[in-house]
């Protein structure tokens, strides 16, 4: 999905700010008609008040209520930018650009969807849950505090835990848990997001299932438009064994797990 000429930077007002786990926010933004456009899997930027840092911060949509106009965006304070949005209060406005990038691609014919995610690649799969249709179970890794636990249990089947520490859930990873109630049915569709080792492993066990998988990439970004070629991965052709370099922020950042070259340092 390009940047249209349509798509401006705009005022959204903050409904709320909370935290939801350790360095992990929620805020909900009321973005009035722009949540109509919103996919599964797409983000927005996000432009800090301090003239010291103009890059924005693209963040995954979390979930939406169309109704309303209301984007939940979940976020991890990772550094002084989002440091600077967890200090935003409700009833304060925020400049945003969006809906942007290449979200995931709903199967119709998958009557069993598995999502997987990892950490801060959890809160985009809430949208996605919810406008999945069929049987939905879901995987979930954290090293400790989950979260958006409750979220996912409105729209979906089945949640699966595990945390690094054994806190909460199983003490492993997602891959054993998928594992664990393997082997699924040939209608399944697994969509993930989260850290890349984790895709990787996932996206790999994947093939090996003979089960397609759509990965959403965690690349750091720049202008998130596609405009500076900052972001770029590794795409192989399953056909025809070529491969070529793209935006994770416009041609992204939901890829075809069997094509991306995992072993490829972007």
Not at 14 to 26: P, Q
Not at 32 to 54: H, K, T, W
Not at 61 to 82: P, R, S
Request: glycine share 10%; charged share 25%.
């Amino acid at each position: 999905m390009c940047v249209e000429a349509w798509k401006k930077k705009q005022k959204a007002q903050i409904i709320k700010n909370r935290k939801i786990a350790k360095n992990v926010y929620e805020m909900d933004l009321q973005v009035g008609d722009m949540v109509r456009e919103v996919e599964p899997g797409q983000f927005i930027n996000l432009y800090c008040r301090s003239e010291a840092r103009l890059l924005p911060r693209p963040i995954s949509v979390c979930e939406t209520d169309k109704k309303q106009g209301i984007i939940k965006i979940v976020y991890g304070v990772l550094g002084k930018g989002t440091k600077e949005f967890s200090t935003y209060e409700a009833g304060e406005t925020i400049e945003i650009l969006g809906p942007l990038g290449s979200g995931y691609q709903i199967s119709q014919e998958a009557g069993h969807s598995i999502l997987v995610g990892g950490g801060l690649g959890v809160p985009p799969l809430v949208e996605l849950a919810q406008q999945l249709e069929g049987t939905i179970e879901v995987y979930l890794g954290f090293r400790t505090e989950p979260f958006l636990i409750q979220e996912f249990q409105k729209y979906t089947d089945q949640v699966y835990i595990a945390t690094d520490d054994g806190s909460y859930g199983k003490k492993g990873t997602v891959l054993d848990l998928l594992k664990e109630n393997a082997p699924f049915s040939k209608n399944t569709t697994i969509y993930s997001c989260g850290p890349r080792p984790m895709l990787k492993n996932v996206a790999l066990w994947a093939g090996d299932q003979g089960l397609p998988i759509q990965v959403s990439l965690e690349e750091r970004m720049a202008c998130g438009v596609g405009a500076c070629v900052g972001c770029v991965c590794k795409i192989q052709n399953q056909d025809t064994e070529e491969w070529e370099y793209r935006r994770v922020c416009k041609d992204g950042p939901v890829f075809n797990g069997g094509e991306v070259v995992w072993d490829e340092e972007s």
